[in-house]
């Protein structure tokens, strides 16, 4: 197979999540000589399947790669970056939390440390930051992504999907979509994960800046306020 094709495989399966991942790949292919390629192409299979699929295994790696480093932005929250987006990292287990303070309170609370996480990483964008030079949306993925807190985060402008155990235990399903794919390297196959993604275009807006208000004077009115301060 030629490079031309090859490199329009990979093309083909670029995302606005990874496009910067397929860019760096693509960079690698034209500094690769003809016959390393050729001998590539032989060890992964010579047809667009086995290439495409060679392909998804490298982006989901390198993904997940990105996704290992992890930065404090308040008590609650972390943040890696992946291609284009700030990938926002919830806690996955709650059931202390909720045990002692209810199912309610600590969704109301999650949410509250979320939106606050939002306007620190919005204030280190607009300040220059390097790390989120270029990147242009907030990106979430969590087994606590279910339920009320996707349908909060829907009413907050996000975009949202929910992926359940079912569908991940489904080796076709997963292998046709790379986010199922990252669901299910990250968290395996036995949680529902949910997803969630907003661009900062959005969240600049008067309009959802207004929501952002009154869901704070939502959560100080139940008396939910930061525990911990990070240093930005």
């Known amino acids: 197979m030629e490079r031309k094709k090859i490199k329009e495989i990979l093309m083909s399966m670029r995302t606005q999540e990874n496009e910067e991942l ?72 709650l059931h202390k939390q909720i045990r002692e303070e209810g199912l309610s309170r600590t969704i109301d609370t999650v949410n509250f440390y979320l939106l606050d996480a939002i306007d620190r990483i919005q204030r280190l964008k607009n300040n220059g930051f390097h790390r989120f030079k270029g990147k242009d949306s907030i990106y979430m993925i969590s087994p606590a992504l279910v339920g009320k807190e996707l349908k909060t985060l829907e009413n907050l402008d996000f975009t949202t999907h929910l992926y359940r155990k079912k569908d991940l235990k489904n080796k076709k ?3 046709d979509s790379p986010e199922a794919s990252l ?26 800046q207004k929501k952002k208000r009154d869901k704070y004077k939502e959560f100080e009115e139940k008396g939910i306020a930061l525990e911990e301060k990070i240093k930005e």
């Not at 590539?40 to 480093?69: C, M, P, W, Y």
């Not at 395996?188 to 661009?199: C, P, R, V, Y």
């Not at 959005?202 to 309009?207: M, N």
């Open 183 to 208: 669901a299910t390297k990250i968290f395996g196959e036995d949680k529902n994960i949910g997803t969630a993604l907003i661009s900062f275009d959005i969240i600049q807006t008067e309009e959802w």
């Open 22 to 93: 397929v860019n760096n790949i693509l960079g690698k292919l034209d500094l690769m000589d003809e016959d390393s390629i050729q001998k590539a192409i032989t060890k992964v299979g010579d047809n667009e399947d086995n290439i495409r699929k060679f392909f998804e295994s490298k982006l989901s790696e390198r993904r997940q790669n990105n996704n290992d480093e992890k930065f404090p932005i308040n008590g609650m929250f972390t943040y890696g970056i992946s291609g284009n987006c700030i990938h926002l990292h919830l806690p996955v287990d």
């Open 173 to 175: 399903f997963v292998n």
